[in-house]
């Protein structure tokens, strides 16, 4: 008896070395991007597929743990030159941050180039990169499935024609609460997400750090995932990327369409995701995990969220 096909998830977007520096320690070479948080929390729950590009500076190691982790790196291009590079300091609530340095080197000149066996991918992930080059992608794959994204204030403030653009071709659209207020022009988060959603969407996710997320969809159903408490926060970057990428594998390791219940559990897998990511430096922590620990962690969210409503009388 065959075992039917997985789908496969593709993730485009940014691999990068990163500088963190955070109140109780610092990492000079820490492996991050993008891509890099998505395709490590997402191989967990499907077959991943990453296009991205680095510089021949990048860590074998790296390379190794993705292709460990199961993640396809044929899109991965490797160039003459150095990898994205960005230096960050954290505060001492782990929440702010500031920019310290950002050489984007080899990253500049990038251009998605998905390789042929890519272009049928069901499931699609367009991480933080330029509208323009979002659009390229779309422009090489078939018919996709499911298509998530996300964006940033910089494209929202340059490039919003471009990004408006891609906006419509959109089944879920990731965004932090600054950014939904600033594509939006509102400043409640409620009627931020109800002009974005007029805006081509057809859900929309909210990510609040350690508030949790907000899921908004069309129908006009708000389902809330908490953050898990933690004694203690590593390291914060990532974790975003990480939250997409649980959600994400979750609906192509399922094969399932966006709907409210399948939703729900996509977000509680992505939360999961991102409160492992913020345990450790870089993808460490991810990278340690066995499915069990994934499993456990799934069941402790089911606990943190169950209510039981009791009589009022």
Known sequence: MNT????ELLVVGSVAIDWIITPKAVREESVGGSATYFAMAASFFAPTRLVGVVGEDFPAATVDDLKGAGVDLEGLEVVAGKTFRWKGRYHENMND?????????????????LPARYRGSEYLFLANIQPALQRQVFEQLSEPR????????????????????????????????????????????????????KLGPRNLVIKRGEYGALLF??????????????????????????FAGGFMGYLAGQGVEPSGSTLRTAMICGSVMASFCVEGFSYDRLRDLEI??????????????????????
Do not use: C, Y
């Open 97 to 113: 941050r500031t920019t310290l340095e950002t050489h984007l080197n080899v990253f500049e000149q990038f251009e998605p180039k």
């Open 217 to 242: 969809d069309r129908d006009g159903d708000i389902f809330v995932a908490p953050a898990l408490p933690l004694e203690e926060v590593v390291d914060p970057t990532g974790a975003g990327d990480s």
């Open 146 to 197: 499911l298509v998530g994204m996300d964006t940033m204030n910089l494209w929202i403030n340059t490039t919003r024609d471009d990004l408006l653009a891609v906006l419509r071709k959109v089944d879920v659209l990731m965004v932090n609460d600054e950014e939904a207020r600033q594509l939006s022009g509102q400043e409640n988060l409620v009627k931020a997400a109800r002009a974005i959603l």
């Open 292 to 313: 069990d620990d994934v499993q456990e962690r799934f069941d402790q969210f089911a606990r943190l969220t169950d209510f039981s409503r009791a009589s009022l009388t």
């Open 4 to 7: 039917p096909k997985r789908p």
